[in-house]
Structure formats: structure tokens, C-alpha cells
């Protein structure tokens, strides 16, 4: 097992504010994977025991700490969203036959696709069930939004066999990532007395500090150490999927035809990937989307300028420029 990176080590540190509730809804999601058939039991917790850094979670948490909330809904809450999120990973490495992630096997490489879909099935009935302990029928509502969301972008991937543009690529990072960021947010944010414009606004922060984080999420994919990351540089490639890097590269260098190489596959695939790669890192594409990610970072910050000085809130603008510079 690795140790921890310096940078889960930062991580870890700017959320020790909150580092009591995380153990709650760490606690409430191992409660949530029991079930009366072991061996159910036994994947749903092999999908968890690895931990992560339980990102969403936090910021359910965060977002709730601007004014009074029941800390139970709260966490439960939290534990709903990280469940949400793992059942799309679920049913995202089942559709690209992914065998690895972060470092671990997937469900993929023990189980046929039958067991995998139904599995990421339960996830989202179980998340479904914790958002309902809320009590709160926006909060239902919007989990179910954002259910359908992730679920489209990951149809019109899989379907859309179009030369991708930014557009495209903005759209579905928008449905994909930031949409359950700033599901998140905003429903901690519902979870308190939060006024409308506050609940706005932290869905606001959810919303564009999603859209850096998936940004820098495909930098990586270029730029990033294999170990830290637990996959292989240019994963998205292999699986053909077209990220910002490329799209920016394919303006300097309209050269279609390398990308078209690696999609339709073949003997010399790796090396189609390999050189296309190197050729994005050295060029002006990785400084180009770390621009437009900032650029989102930058928005997220400037959105929590309505809500209450307190701790969280220095919490909230210390982890958006952690992410701009995280490396896994």
C-alpha cells in the first residue's frame, strides 16, 4: 500500500475543520452497506474501503456551516452524495471495460457486466434512500435532476460519434462533474437557514470549482505521475474520450487524422497515444486549459464573497486553489 502523497497530506489538513464529520458520515456509509446477503456486503465494501479523499462529502459539510442545520440530515446528506458518485464510477468502468482505478482493481475485473450494473443499481437506490432522510423535497428533487444529468452525458458519449468540439466537451463536463459538485453544495446549503441568495451562491461555488476540478482532472491525464494517480498517462485517449488538452492542441495543430489513429485502434495504438501525448504536453494546450480552469476557480472564490467570514468559508477558498494544484 502507498504511503500518503505530500499533497493528500495538504488535503487532509485544509479539512481538519471538519474532520469530525467526515468520521460520522464515514460511519453512516458503513452502516448503509450492510445488506441481509453477505456477499453484497463484501463488494459494497471492497468499492469503499479504500477511503479517497471524500471530496463531495466535504462539501455537503462545508456548505451547510453558514448558518444552523441538523448535523444527522446533514450527514446523511453527505454519505447519499459520495454513494452517488461511487455508483456512477461504478457504471462509468463497466462501459469502458476500465480494469483499474486509482491504483485498484475495479468491480470489472472480478465480476461480468450482470453483477457490476446491478451492483451500481443498488448504490443508486441507496443514495436515493439517505437523500430521503433529509426530509426535504427539494433536496429529493434535486438528487434526481442530478441523477439524470450524469446519466445523459454518459449516453451522448457513448452515442455521439461526431468530431467533438469545446462545446461538447464544456456540456458534458458540465453534466458529468459539476453538476453533482453543485449538488453538493447546494444541498447543505438547503439543509440550513440559508437564505436563497446564499443557497444560491454556494451552488454557484459547487458548480464552477466542478468544472476546474474535471479540467485539471484531464490536464493530468497528460502531465500527471502514473503512481499518484493509479492509471495509466493518457487513459482517456484509450478509451476515446476527447478532453480539453486535445481540443486546445487540435487549434495549434489541426491534425485530425493523429487523433483518429488512436480511435480506430489497431496494432500501433500505444505508440499513436504515446507520440500524441508528448506532442500535447509540449505544447501551449496544457497552459491553455490550466488558464480556463483558473478561470472557473477563480469564479467559485468570487462566489462565496456574499456568505458569512467564517472558518468554513476560508476552508471552501483554500481547497479551490488546492485543486488547481493537486496532482492526483
Known amino acids: 500500500m502507498r504511503g500518503k502523497s505530500i499533497s493528500s497530506e495538504r488535503f487532509s489538513s485544509i479539512l481538519s475543520p471538519i474532520r469530525e464529520e467526515l468520521r460520522q458520515v464515514e460511519a453512516r456509509m458503513g452502516q448503509a452497506l450492510i445488506t441481509d446477503e453477505e456477499p453484497l456486503t463484501a ?8 477511503g479517497g479523499k471524500r471530496l463531495r462529502p466535504a462539501l455537503t459539510i462545508l456548505a451547510s456551516k453558514f448558518r444552523r442545520s441538523e448535523a444527522s440530515k446533514v450527514v446523511a446528506l453527505a454519505a447519499a452524495v459520495e454513494m452517488l458518485h461511487t455508483a456512477t464510477l ?9 480494469i483499474m482505478r486509482r491504483g485498484n482493481p475495479t468491480l470489472n475485473a472480478a465480476w461480468d457486466d450482470g453483477v457490476v450494473v446491478l451492483v451500481g443499481d443498488y448504490l443508486f437506490a441507496r443514495s436515493a434512500a439517505l437523500s430521503a432522510e433529509t ?3 427539494r433536496i429529493i428533487s434535486l438528487f434526481a435532476k442530478t441523477l439524470m444529468l450524469i446519466s445523459s452525458s454518459e449516453l451522448r458519449e457513448a452515442l455521439n460519434i461526431q468530431k467533438p468540439n469545446q462545446k461538447d466537451y464544456y456540456w458534458r463536463i458540465s453534466n458529468k462533474t459539476a453538476s453533482l459538485f453543485a449538488a453538493a453544495t447546494e444541498g447543505g ?3 440550513s437557514e440559508a437564505v436563497e441568495e446564499e443557497v444560491q451562491a454556494l451552488r454557484s461555488y459547487g458548480y464552477d470549482l466542478g468544472m476546474a476540478f474535471q479540467i485539471m482532472d484531464d490536464i493530468l491525464d497528460f502531465t500527471g505521475d502514473e503512481e499518484e494517480l493509479g492509471k495509466p498517462i493518457g487513459s482517456d485517449l484509450r478509451q476515446g474520450v476527447i478532453t480539453l488538452p486535445v481540443l486546445y492542441f487540435l ?8 487523433v483518429e489513429r488512436i480511435l480506430k485502434g489497431g496494432e500501433e495504438r500505444e505508440e499513436h497515444i504515446h507520440s500524441l501525448v508528448t506532442r500535447v504536453e509540449s505544447s501551449g494546450a496544457i497552459r491553455s486549459s490550466q488558464a480556463e480552469a483558473q478561470g472557473f476557480t477563480d469564479k467559485a472564490k468570487e462566489a462565496l464573497s456574499v456568505l458569512p467570514a467564517n472558518e468554513y468559508r476560508q476552508v471552501m477558498l483554500e481547497l479551490a486553489d488546492y485543486l488547481m494544484v493537486r496532482r492526483s
Open 189 to 191: 446549503a438547503l439543509l
Open 135 to 137: 426530509e426535504n423535497p
Open 251 to 258: 487549434e495549434e495543430d489541426p491534425d485530425w487524422g493523429s
Open 90 to 98: 461504478v457504471h462509468d468502468d463497466m462501459v469502458d471495460n476500465s
Open 43 to 50: 463488494i459494497l465494501r471492497g468499492l469503499f474501503i479504500s
